[in-house]
């Protein structure tokens, strides 16, 4: 069982990263599926997570309006578009898979089946 990040990378204030994920050994359609980034020193924080229907797409706070996420089950990973970015948004992403049929919430929950190696993101001023 796999998930594998990528994606990230340098870029400035305001610019745009696409982040993907890939499942591999884990069936993502059978899981609510998610990111969350973890910056140095401080503790994880939920970004975004998607239920296992697609009915519910949800994000913290700090994201909403410039980040979407979506999956792709033929693909069996998951994408999280950010864009204008901001320095605060410095940290390692990491995906997730959670065995619920219902989102997480970014804000609240980081009860976390399944997660893999995450991918650095930096964003400069």
């Known amino acids: 069982v796999q998930l594998q990040a990528s994606g990230g990378g340098l870029v400035q204030a305001g610019g745009s990263l696409r982040l993907s994920c890939a499942a591999s050994g884990l069936p993502l359609n059978n899981y609510a599926v998610g990111w969350f980034r973890q910056a140095p020193g401080k503790e994880r924080e939920g970004v975004s997570c998607?239920?296992?229907?697609?009915?519910?797409?949800d994000f913290h706070d700090s994201v909403k309006g410039r980040f979407t996420a979506s999956r792709d089950n033929a693909k069996n990973s998951i994408i999280l578009q950010m864009n204008n970015l901001k320095p605060d948004d410095t940290a390692v992403y990491y995906c997730?898979?959670?065995?619920?049929?219902?989102?997480?919430?970014?804000?609240?929950?980081?009860?976390?089946?399944?997660w893999g190696q995450g991918t650095q993101v930096t964003v400069s001023s």
């Open positions: 998607i239920s296992r229907s697609t009915s519910t797409i």
């Open positions: 997730y898979a959670k065995s619920t049929q219902h989102a997480l919430s970014p804000k609240y929950d980081r009860d976390y089946d399944v």
